[in-house]
T-cell receptor, first 112, second 111 residues
Framework: NAGVTQTPKFQVLKTGQSMTLQCAQD?????MSWYRQDPGMGLRLIHY???????DQGEVPNGYNVSRSTTEDFPLRLLSAAPSQTSVYFC???????????FGPGTRLTVT | EDQVTQSPEALRLQEGESSSLNCSYT??????LFWYRQDPGKGPEFLFT???AGEEKEKERLKATLTKKESFLHITAPKPEDSATYLC????????????FGQGTRLTINP
């Protein structure tokens, strides 16, 4: 099993550009989530999904979109990048709910 | 609103010097409290789940305990490989599909 994979590992965007952060898991997990991690602020939940076709907002959803068309994939879209979205982004998955999540290696995003 | 506060922000110990990390929380009905370990440049790795006050979990040199207001992660005779950031998170009744994380404690064990 590859576990949770994220691409790209690093990305630099200019303000106003859009992009998609990819996340995939091969463990047949129903629950998937996206977090951002900023210095001194811990992990903050952006969006989550409890199964294919079902998504919901977390603590900091503004400026981000998600969709879940398959069990395996949960992409995060930045609609119009802003410097405030400079952060490290983690995707995670777990069998049913947010308990005991498996995290991916992260994507470090810089918006200039 | 569920909140988690971890202390201290950073802790530096000598190898073999035992200590504890604190996680204080306020939550609308605790469903679970979770400890994760995060190494630099990597994603968090799950360590423990605690469900009710008085519960304890152990793994090698780590022991997690839970009261109604806080959790402690006790580290006994630590080794340099225990150096990492330790994250605490809670799952409440109202936000049962979400975890709220603390800001973490950065632990450094000097040989």
């Amino acid at each position: 099993n590859a576990g949770v994979t994220q691409t790209p590992k690093f990305q630099v965007l200019k303000t106003g550009q859009s992009m998609t952060l990819q996340c995939a898991q091969d463990m047949n997990h129903e629950y998937m989530s996206w977090y951002r991690q900023d210095p001194g602020m811990g992990l903050r939940l952006i969006h989550y999904s409890v199964g294919a076709g079902i998504t919901d907002q977390g603590e900091v959803p503004n400026g981000y979109n998600v969709s879940r068309s398959t069990t395996e994939d949960f992409p995060l879209r930045l609609l119009s990048a802003a410097p405030s979205q400079t952060s490290v982004y983690f995707c995670a998955s777990s069998p049913q709910g947010p308990e005991e999540q498996y995290f991916g290696p992260g994507t470090r995003l810089t918006v200039t | 609103e569920d909140q988690v506060t971890q202390s201290p922000e950073a802790l530096r110990l000598q190898e073999g010097e035992s200590s504890s990390l604190n996680c204080s929380y306020t939550v609308s009905g605790l469903r679970g409290l979770f400890w994760y370990r995060q190494d630099p440049g990597k994603g968090p790795e799950f360590l423990f789940t605690l469900y009710s006050a008085g519960e304890e979990k152990e793994k090698e040199r780590l022991k997690a305990t839970l009261t109604k207001k806080e959790s402690f992660l006790h580290i006994t005779a630590p080794k340099p490989e225990d150096s990492a950031t330790y994250l605490c998170a809670v799952q409440g009744e109202w936000g049962a599909q979400k975890l709220v994380f603390g800001q973490g404690t950065r632990l450094t064990i000097n040989p």
